[in-house]
């Protein structure tokens, strides 16, 4: 049973750039959410996808928007990238309210 | 604003050793306290908390959550050097999506 898996595992991208995230849930789970962890610091929530919708926002700009595909997988996207962009890119899916979030391995974007 | 404080940052013990790692919270609308362990990647759950005072056990960890002092530890007995990683508390909202707020996580360090 594959967990939540995310691709790619790293990324190298320049200022000013567009970069597209991409997550499968663990099997069973319809529930998405994107996570972004600078070093050394704990998670920050971006937003959660639920029936292909955007069910809530965190406290970034909209440069970052996302998508959840009918099979709920889901996609980051981050546009005009700047160097504090740089950080660990974490998904969690989970099958509903009461159930824990289960994290993928997350991708690694720099920012050059 | 919604707060998760963890304590200590960083701790450092010798291989046998018992340890407590404290969350204190401040939120609204709390619905679950999780911990999660992290290692190089992904955050792996350990133990969702709903109810104050009942402790939740797995081999030698366990953690209970004081919904009235809003706090939570979580507690590892004879430590071994396989426990060393980043401890995550993490908060759950009743906001109509599961979002996680984190504390800055605990690094747990196990000497031999």
């Known amino acids: 049973d594959a967990g939540v898996t995310q691709s790619p595992t790293h990324l190298i991208k320049t200022r000013g750039q567009q970069v597209t995230l991409r997550c499968s849930p663990k099997s069973g789970h319809d529930t998405v959410s994107w996570y972004q962890q600078a070093l050394g610091q704990g998670p920050q929530f971006i937003f959660q996808?639920?029936?292909?919708?955007?069910?809530q926002r965190g406290n970034f700009p909209d440069r970052f928007s996302g998508h959840q595909f009918p099979n709920y997988s889901s996609e980051l996207n981050v546009n005009a990238l700047l160097l504090g962009d740089s950080a660990l890119y974490l998904c969690?899916?989970?099958?509903?309210?009461?159930?824990?979030?289960?994290f993928g391995d997350g991708t690694r974007l720099s920012i050059l | 604003e919604d707060k998760v404080v963890q304590s200590p940052l960083s701790l450092v013990v010798h291989e046998g050793d018992t340890v407590t790692l404290n969350c204190s919270y401040e939120v609204t609308n709390f619905r679950s306290l999780l911990w999660y362990k992290q290692e190089k990647k992904a955050p792996t759950f350990l133990f969702m908390l709903t109810s104050s005072g009942i402790e939740k056990k797995s081999g030698r960890l366990s953690s209970i959550l004081d919904k009235k002092e809003l706090f939570s530890i979580l507690n590892i007995t004879a430590t071994q050097t396989g426990d060393s990683a980043v401890y995550l508390c993490a908060v759950e909202m009743i906001q109509g999506a599961q979002k996680l707020v984190f504390g800055q996580g605990t690094r747990l360090t196990i000497n031999p």
């Open positions: 996808y639920y029936e292909e919708e955007e069910r």
């Open positions: 969690a899916s989970s099958g509903g309210l009461g159930q824990p979030q289960h």
